[in-house]
């Protein structure tokens, strides 16, 4: 069965950085697309970004510039870096695997950006 496994969450004061790591199995990792989520407290889920199986990206504008998807299909594994963080940007973050074939989501990673 698909699972996926985030980790690199954590407590981040604004303008500092993380990186963001899930770890895939179950479906053969190089063909589908892998998206990152996050959901705020009272806030619906929304997307953050995706990469495609052939490495296209895109962005949730409020992310542009600051954030970058990137996947190691050899470790079938996908990344989140996310740069200037901003008290906003405090969610859990969810890695979702397959795109509109929505073959799963992982447990979530808490993301928070505090002084």
């Known amino acids: 069965q698909v699972q996926l496994v985030e980790s690199g969450g954590g407590l981040v004061q604004p303008g500092g950085s993380l990186r963001l790591s899930c770890a895939a199995s179950?479906?053969?990792?190089?063909?589908?697309?892998m998206s990152w989520y996050r959901q705020a407290p009272g806030k619906e889920r929304e997307l953050v970004a995706t990469i495609t199986s052939r490495g296209s990206t895109n962005y949730a504008d409020s992310v542009k510039g600051r954030f970058t998807i990137s996947r190691t299909n050899a470790k079938n594994t996908v990344y989140l870096q996310m740069n200037s963080l901003k008290p906003e940007d405090t969610a859990v973050y969810y890695c979702n695997a397959g795109g509109t074939f929505n073959l799963g989501w992982g447990q979530g990673t808490q993301v928070t950006v505090s002084s």
């Open positions: 179950g479906f053969t990792f190089r063909n589908y697309a």
